[in-house]
């Protein structure tokens, strides 16, 4: 029996992310809602207000997330406001706010799941190191710190991982990847 779930998000490239860690057991469909998202809390608490919000529009069993960069120099930066902080600074504004300090960073996800009366969260975290300046060309389905972090154990950045190689080790995988086993195993 295969299973189905609705990923309720905005962003494209996540979804297949999120879509191919769990394929081929459960179908993921794809939906976009608008959330108010307050980006003076943790990833946990956004994440779990936008599968509250979600919820309440699609009124069906559902998976949100939300992804958060830590730049150890900076204790909660960028953090869960790590888009706004892109898109006001860019690449090099990033870089340049770690000259000199120490290059260690992290992604975090956080993904939760809701039927409207059961909540489970999941997360996974994947760390590396900062480059001195972003790494190849901006693919219109990469997202833009991973020009910029080279996971540990590796050399190359994560913007130049195939998706099969990103979800072996990275944080989104991580967190997809135990919902999968809950899921299934419920």
Request: with cysteine; glycine share 6%.
């Amino acid at each position: 029996m295969v299973l189905s779930i609705l990923f309720v998000s905005g962003n494209e490239y996540k979804f297949h992310e999120v879509a191919s860690v769990l394929a081929p057991e459960i179908v993921v469909s794809l939906a976009d809602c608008d959330f108010f998202e307050d980006s003076e809390q943790s990833i946990e608490v956004i994440a779990k207000e936008k599968a509250r919000q979600a919820f309440e529009k699609f009124k069906c069993p559902l998976i949100v997330e939300d992804t958060g960069v830590f730049f150890e120099a900076f204790p909660n930066f960028p953090g869960a406001m790590a888009k706004r902080i892109y898109n006001a600074i860019g690449q090099e504004g990033l870089l340049k706010l770690v000259e000199g300090k120490s290059r260690r960073a992290f992604f975090e996800t956080v993904l939760v799941f809701t039927d409207g009366k059961k909540t489970k969260v999941f997360s996974g975290k994947s760390f590396g190191s900062l480059l001195d300046k972003p790494a190849g060309p901006h693919e219109r389905f990469k997202l833009g710190y991973e020009r910029l972090i080279v996971p540990d154990g590796f050399s190359k950045p994560l913007s130049s991982f195939s998706m099969e190689e990103k979800n072996s080790i990275s944080h989104r995988a991580k967190a997809v990847n135990g919902f999968k086993k809950w899921f299934l195993d419920r």
